[in-house]
């Protein structure tokens, strides 16, 4: 895959007119940033170093007080780089009343006038089709797994603790049709090489005792290749080493209203006028990016998808394998002494809010797929954050403007995507910017 692409028709990457912009100088004396990573999540921390790693200067802009601490602070934690399945698919069709009527506790559709809204759900449904879902899902596989080399190569040079691990990951599927469907993509997905097995029942609960407790299911799909890794962690440390080892400036507690490109640099501003400037500017804004980006003219098809999780000390029998619980949609992930349980999909809510009901859908459910897998009493206050969900499932990693590079819209696999969507647009910055060097 290339870039982002969108086929067709669909809604895509747009330009609006915009007035005439007044000018912005630098503000800093001394040398200006080759690059202004704009979001210090999973992304930005990622793409600074991509960025870094090619020997360009950057300047890392975030507006909370440290890094991760957006949608990337406490998500599934899973690296999952096999399993890269688009939402957008066939059987999801006939199932969207009963989503958009909160008939399912797992994943909820709530409608909205907004023609955004309107223009992404319409997107979406295109991509529903057998022929996009096997181009997406194999699309965002191949980014996957270049994100697995670019890892494993970061972790090679740097080896800091992230609470990394390959423990493998087994997909259990409680029907008959959900195990023929994953058999079906698993078969797409065969000629990247990747190691997947089918499982009966009993070759599951052997390989990972705790699915014992878990009641009747259909089968299993084992990828042993799977890792896992804290995401907030690795942004703490990964920050530590940018700063360290690469000269990378972080400004945290910088909220950028603003931002120019269309001048000789790319200008961040706060609503207090204080300026930030670089030669150019990457976009790592995660579910903000859409409406960040309005302003500047630029329409991108992301919209959030809310989710929850929790983590819990182990229990009694807590799975040292990651398990997905497909007909729940739940993931379970061990870090350390802790269970991380991940899940709920809500389209059409962008707040970031904890509501105790739904964490308690979160808890119920995992308790009835492993019961002892955690001491679900201590699962907390939970945390809730906002997939920035594409209706293709694709990230847009591309050059939109002379100045200006979005890096967004990495939805439910924003972590396993990260590594390889920044050598991805790292290339094309220095491509760039050695090309405009040239001239
Ligand atoms: C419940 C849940 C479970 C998930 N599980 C997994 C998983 O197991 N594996 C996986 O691969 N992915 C998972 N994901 C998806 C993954 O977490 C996201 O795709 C990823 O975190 C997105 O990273 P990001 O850096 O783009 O966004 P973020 O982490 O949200 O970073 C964006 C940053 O931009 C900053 N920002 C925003 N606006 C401004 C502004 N105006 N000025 C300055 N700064 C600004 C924010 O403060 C934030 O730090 C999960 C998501 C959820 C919600």
Same mark, same amino acid.
């Given at each position: ?200 029942? @009993?070759?599951? +609960?052997?390989?990972?005792? /705790?699915?014992?407790?878990? =009641? %009747?299911? !259909?089968?299993?799909?084992? $990828? &042993? ?47 207090? @006028?204080?300026? +930030?400037?670089?030669?150019? /500017?990457?976009?790592?804004? =995660? %579910?903000? !990016?859409?409406?960040?980006? $309005? &302003? ?60 105790? =009901? ?82």
């Amino acid at each position: 895959m290339e870039h982002s692409q969108p086929a067709k028709g669909e809604v895509c990457l747009s330009s609006m007119r915009l007035g005439t912009p007044e000018t912005v100088r630098p503000a800093a004396a001394g040398p200006v940033a080759d690059v202004l990573v704009l979001g210090a999540g999973v992304i930005g921390v990622t793409t600074a170093y991509a960025l870094a790693r090619k020997g360009l200067s950057v300047v890392l802009v975030d507006q909370a007080d440290g890094p991760g601490q957006g949608t990337s602070f406490a998500n599934g934690a899973q690296l999952s780089y096999a399993y890269t399945d688009a939402l957008a698919q066939p059987g999801l069709l006939k199932r969207i009343p009963a989503l958009v009527a909160g008939m399912d506790p797992a994943f909820r559709v709530r409608l909205s006038p907004d023609p955004a809204f309107l223009r992404w759900g319409l997107a979406f449904l295109r991509n529903c089709s057998q022929a996009r879902f096997r181009a997406n899902t194999l699309a965002t596989l191949e980014l996957a797994l270049e994100s697995q080399a670019a890892m494993a190569e970061l972790r090679n040079r740097h080896p800091f603790d992230f609470g990394h691990a390959t423990p493998g990951k087994l997909h259990v599927f409680r029907d008959v049709a959900s195990l023929d469907h994953a058999r079906a993509v698993a078969v797409i997905k065969q000629r990247t090489g990747i190691e997947q097995h089918l499982l009966t029942p @009993g070759q599951a +609960i052997d390989r990972e005792p /705790a699915l014992a407790g878990t =009641g %009747a299911f !259909a089968g299993a799909l084992w $990828t &042993p290749g799977e890792e896992v890794g804290d995401p907030y962690r690795f942004c703490l440390a990964l920050l530590d080493i940018l700063e360290r080892d690469y000269a990378v400036r972080a400004q945290f507690g910088f909220p950028v209203a603003r931002l120019q490109a269309d001048g000789e640099y790319a200008h961040a501003l706060r609503s207090d @006028g204080e300026v +930030i400037s670089g030669r150019c /500017a990457v976009v790592c804004l =995660g %579910a903000d !990016a859409a409406r960040f980006l $309005t &302003p500047l003219g630029l329409r991108v098809p992301i919209r959030p998808m809310k989710g929850y999780s929790f983590t819990a000390p182990v229990g009694a029998q807590a799975p040292s394998i990651s398990v997905t619980d497909t007909a729940r949609k739940i993931v379970f992930c061990r870090l350390g002494g802790t269970l991380r349980v991940a899940g709920l999909a809500e389209l059409g809510r962008s707040d970031r809010v904890v509501e105790p =009901g739904r964490l308690r859908t979160l808890v119920d459910g995992a308790r009835a797929a492993l019961p002892a897998a955690a001491d679900y009493a201590a699962a907390g206050d939970g945390w809730a954050g906002l997939r920035p969900m594409t209706p293709d499932s694709r990230p847009i990693i591309r050059q939109v403007r002379q100045r200006l590079f979005l890096n967004v819209g990495h939805g439910m696999l924003g972590w396993t995507f990260a590594a390889g969507a920044a050598q991805r647009i790292a290339t094309l910055v220095a491509a760039t910017q050695a090309a405009a060097s040239s001239s």
